[in-house]
């Protein structure tokens, strides 16, 4: 608002564009809990910066705002009494440094900022903690590579978490590539489809009569030899994936996650699963591009990648 010479209205101050700084650090930090923990760190930085500028101001008064100087009243107009235009900001009281309203005005917004932190922090923390904390990767151990016939494809089902029993067991479609130099190399697809996480069947016989159980510290894994000689077949809406996993028709967004695994001690260890959006090569010559684990449905590149929500640790 100008200010005129003779113009009694009350002066209001300018309007203030850290709280709109403030509005915008929260809607960035939320939404980037949500895609990106980039966007997040910036959303949490714009929100302490211009909410720290927003509670000096509101601490020292009006906005810092550089406006034109004052003009002088012209010789001939009528004398403004001194308190005009601070209509809104009583005197203080003699021997106070801000004026009571100021201080109720601060303690208001403090206390109205302690009371919103401490209800709503712990349901957020009760809400989004759990999916991050004791996530690390539970070993596998799947038993002696012997028991993996070479070039055949077994279906194997252990227990990821023995703390748990049954409700953790899970499915895994494994095929020994045999020696890949001096080393052992195993191809170890999971069965969650990347569609909507349905379990991925074998596209061909399983040999029941074949089964075989090992009795590790993991509890039993079950081992049934299958031929997928049609890939990998999805019930629920027709996925379709060949023998590395690659997707090859139906709804599925990307190729079926993989397990890492290690050799140790002569025996097949699974360790935690990861994406891929397709595979180049088959067998041990199979190059594999590695991405974190996504969810069902999510892509893994290109620029729909970044429209999901971020994946808790698994
Ligand atoms: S869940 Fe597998 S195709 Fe839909």
């Not at 709280?19 to 997040?40: D, K």
């Not at 060949?242 to 599925?252: I, W």
């Amino acid at each position: 608002m100008e200010e005129r010479p003779g113009d009694d209205r009350p002066q209001l101050p300018p309007p203030s564009l850290w709280p709109v700084g403030f509005a915008v650090g929260i809607v960035c930090l939320l939404v980037g809990v949500v895609i990106s923990w980039v966007v997040a760190a910036v959303g949490a930085v714009l929100a302490l910066v211009f909410g720290f500028l927003w509670a000096r101001e509101v601490a020292t008064g009006s906005p810092q705002v550089a406006g034109p100087p004052a003009e002088e009243p012209a010789p001939d107009a009528p004398a403004v009494p001194a308190n005009v235009g601070e209509a809104a900001m009583p005197e203080p009281e003699p021997g106070e440094r801000f004026p009571r309203s100021k201080f109720l005005e601060g303690a208001t917004l403090g206390l109205g900022g302690v009371i919103g932190g401490i209800v709503t922090l712990p349901a957020v923390g009760f809400a989004l903690l759990p999916a991050f904390v004791d996530q690390e990767a539970h070993e596998v151990d799947l038993g002696p590579i012997g028991d993996f016939e070479e070039n055949k494809w077994s279906v194997v089902t252990f227990l990821q978490d023995p703390g748990q029993g049954e409700i953790s067991r899970r499915t895994a479609f494994i095929r020994n590539n045999g020696l890949l130099g001096d080393k052992p190399s195993f191809t170890v697809i999971s069965n969650r489809c990347a569609h909507l996480g349905c379990p991925v069947q074998s596209g061909g016989p399983l040999f029941d009569e074949d089964k075989q159980e090992i009795k590790t510290k993991n509890g039993d894994v079950l081992v049934t030899p299958t031929l997928p000689a049609a890939g990998f077949i999805c019930p629920c809406h027709g996925g379709s994936y060949d023998q590395e996993g690659n997707r090859t028709a139906g709804p599925p967004t990307r190729g079926l996650d993989r397990y890492e695994f290690l050799i140790r001690d002569g025996r097949l260890v699974l360790g935690n699963t990861y994406s891929v959006a397709r595979v180049e090569g088959s067998g041990k010559s199979a190059r594999i591009k590695r991405y974190e684990l996504a969810g069902p449905g999510q892509h893994v590149t290109g620029l729909e990648s970044w429209l999901y929500p971020i994946q808790a640790p698994h």
